[in-house]
């Protein structure tokens, strides 16, 4: 296992330790969603030939104090053809974090949260530095940050009507090594416990 699958294995393990933690009852539900989303990706850097990734995300959270959750995130995204170039694009990212939810006396309720993690991408071409090879793969850091909005369906049957995150990652592409993406999605929650 090179470096840095071995920086995504352990990053994603750590994540999911940190979701598993609880400091003090709250008041608060433990969840799981499952996403369809769009991710908002340009190729190259700096410009804009801007090009839309189809995927989703699993989440869980679990509560961990007052109206903050911990979250561990699977998300998968992929294109088969970037803009100029001859190539597609995968992505799968693993993050944990957490999750700070607003609640009221409505149907709706909306939360805020900051994810970190990894992100693997393959199926496609990675630029290496000079004297070494270009390879299909790269793994490195991603965090999301970004927020949504629940609505309520039956006590245990929540429509995620929006989730919108923007998403950093450090893949290497030799202008600068980073991505700056929008991602946005919508799906179904499922919530054990709570009032």
Known sequence: MNRRMRIFVNTLLL????????QQKPSNTIDASITFSELRANAPVGGCGCFWMAGGTGEISYPVWRNFSAVAEIAGHTTGHIPNFNTGLSLVSGMGGVRLRVPNHTRFQPFAHALFGGVHGFDSYFPAPVGKLPTSYDTSFALAVGGGLDVTISKHVWIR????????????????????QLRIGAGILFRAGGK
Do not use: E, I, P
């Open 15 to 22: 994540s999911l330790a940190t979701a598993a933690v609880a």
């Open 161 to 180: 009507a929006l989730k919108a995150d923007y998403n950093y990652s450090g893949l290497r592409n030799l202008q600068g090594d980073h991505q700056n």
